[in-house]
């Protein structure tokens, strides 16, 4: 049994006919860090709310190391779980100091050893010269270090966080997604995360689980999911990429499409010759002598300063979304040049609809 499963869960909220969360199954194991991610009402909040307790599923069951914490009518109390909750907005207390907070959770414990502890999880955020300051003293990110050590203190079986990242700019969502995995591995917690955003979820975590509307879509570690999308939904959502309709030819190995033969990495013993194929913008190489396979016009050239993202219409083909390359910030690409390039069959993945 793994350490935490959720087996066929189904949540109806009251008055609604749509699921929130339709025959999820999903099972984590000890140590490991997973992020639900996927659009708004996908269902991932409702999810971590039902493992931390805040709502009841409507059907299936859950476990949490060996114990059903919801099944049928009957619910533990979120107390009772063992968890460990980062909100949002951190939601510390604001009139009391970083220590007192992070004691805060601590019970059953004596006034020293409850200091002790969360001296040792303030030490592993690296924030225990602040321990006498009030949350209005500390920087956005640190704040959210304070949130994670004192869900941390009382050694919760599973830590679990809602848009741990949302509340940062930039540069410092960058920064903490590095410090809030060097803490969870450090502390060697189990965690879930939500998130939206596919870099918060690709850089924190050992598996991936992509949902929409209330289905999961696919699990799998971030270069899996994106080497390897499992159907359409998975292949846009992660990263960009180029969806062709196709032709599935008799040796199972070639696919005819809009733009050309395409040929796949290997063999499949797909049965339906209707296919779709997920070719990744890294795909496309650009052949600078202009006698690459494919040929097109250059319709938008899109600078990002790690890449230029190129827009190509291809010869012949003045109805199809263009394809996208990405290219080297050093190439010389100009709007309404031709381009010529050919495709790397390792990264075209045949994806269901
Ligand atoms: P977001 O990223 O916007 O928070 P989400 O993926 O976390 O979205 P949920 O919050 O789990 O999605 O919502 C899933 C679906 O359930 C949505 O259609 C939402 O409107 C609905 N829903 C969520 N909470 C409630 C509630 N308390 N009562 C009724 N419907 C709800």
Redesign the pocket.
């Known amino acids: 049994m793994s350490f935490i499963e959720l087996t066929d869960v189904t949540k109806f909220?009251s008055g609604?006919s749509q699921p929130?969360v339709n025959h999820l199954h999903l099972k984590i194991e000890k140590g490991e860090i997973v992020t639900l991610l996927?659009p708004?009402?996908?269902?991932?909040?409702?999810t971590l709310r039902m493992i931390a307790g805040f709502e009841k599923a409507t059907s299936g069951t859950i476990t949490i190391d060996g114990t059903v914490v919801d099944q049928g009518h009957y619910a533990l109390a979120p107390e009772k779980r063992g968890i460990g909750m980062v909100f949002q907005d951190y939601a510390l207390f604001p009139h009391l100091t970083i220590e007192k907070n992070v004691m805060f959770g601590l019970t059953r414990m004596t006034k020293k050893a409850r200091k002790k502890r969360a001296e040792e999880v303030l030490n592993l955020v690296e924030l225990l010269p602040y321990k006498d300051r009030f949350p209005h003293e500390l920087s956005g990110g640190q704040q959210q270090r304070i949130a994670l050590a004192r869900a941390l203190a009382p050694n919760p079986y599973v830590i679990l966080m809602d848009e741990p990242f949302s509340n940062l700019d930039a540069s410092l969502r960058e920064q903490m997604r590095q410090d809030v995995t060097d803490i969870l591995r450090k502390a060697n917690t189990t965690a879930i995360l939500?998130s939206?955003d596919q870099k918060d979820a690709f850089v924190v975590s050992d598996r991936v689980v992509v949902m929409n509307q209330?289905v999961i879509q696919q699990i799998a570690t971030p270069k899996d999911m994106y080497r390897c999308p499992r159907n359409c939904f998975v292949a846009q959502f992660i990263g960009k990429t180029n969806l062709l309709q196709g032709t599935l030819e008799a040796d199972q190995k070639h696919v005819l499409t809009p733009i050309g033969r395409i040929c796949l990495p290997e063999k499949t013993d797909q049965a339906m010759t209707d296919v779709h194929l997920s070719v990744r913008p890294e795909a496309c190489v650009i052949n600078k002598q202009g006698e690459g396979r494919y040929h097109g016009m250059i319709d938008r050239v899109m600078y990002s300063g790690e890449y230029q993202e190129v827009f190509l219409h291809l010869d012949g083909d003045h109805t199809r979304e263009p394809i996208v390359l990405y290219v080297s910030i050093d190439e010389d690409v100009q709007v309404g040049s031709r381009l010529s390039f050919d495709i790397r069959s390792e990264m075209v993945t045949l994806v269901e609809a």
């Open positions: 909220y609604s929130a996927g708004s009402g996908c269902g991932k909040t409702t939500v939206h209330g």
